[in-house]
């Protein structure tokens, strides 16, 4: 008998960001949505070479928000913990 490979779960939420630290402006939610969409977002990342960060509650509110938004004071600590990851992926990538 063969077992079914698992499949990768889906995420409930997904929202991409983009940030630019010589912009005196807030990271910005450039796509955002639950669901099919989540999974869509998630995929078309994967497939451009973007590192996916999972946390679903910081999802969940950024998904809330919808895109176009910038990214609201209470959540500036989760949003910096994020990029502070893809900068970390960033650096190894680069030694």
Same mark, same amino acid.
């Given at each position: 008998?063969? +077992? *079914?490979?698992?499949?990768?779960? *889906?995420?409930?939420?997904?929202?991409?960001?983009?940030?630019?630290?010589?912009?005196?402006?807030?990271?910005?939610?450039?796509?955002? +949505?639950? +669901?099919?969409?989540?999974?869509?977002?998630?995929?078309?990342?994967?497939q451009?070479?973007v590192?996916?960060?999972?946390?679903?509650?910081?999802?969940?509110?950024?998904?809330?928000l919808?895109?176009?938004?910038?990214?609201?004071?209470?959540?500036?600590?989760?949003?910096?913990?994020?990029?502070?990851?893809?900068?970390?992926?960033?650096? *190894?990538?680069?030694?």
């Open positions: 008998m063969h +077992g *079914r490979a698992k499949e990768p779960s *889906r995420p409930k939420a997904a929202a991409a960001l983009a940030y630019d630290p010589a912009e005196d402006r807030a990271p910005r939610i450039v796509a955002a +949505g639950r +669901g099919r969409l989540a999974a869509l977002i998630e995929e078309l990342a994967r451009s070479g590192p996916v960060y999972r946390h679903g509650e910081l999802a969940e509110a950024l998904a809330a919808g895109a176009g938004r910038e990214v609201p004071p209470e959540l500036y600590r989760a949003v910096a913990e994020v990029i502070a990851w893809v900068y970390a992926l960033d650096k *190894r990538a680069k030694t």
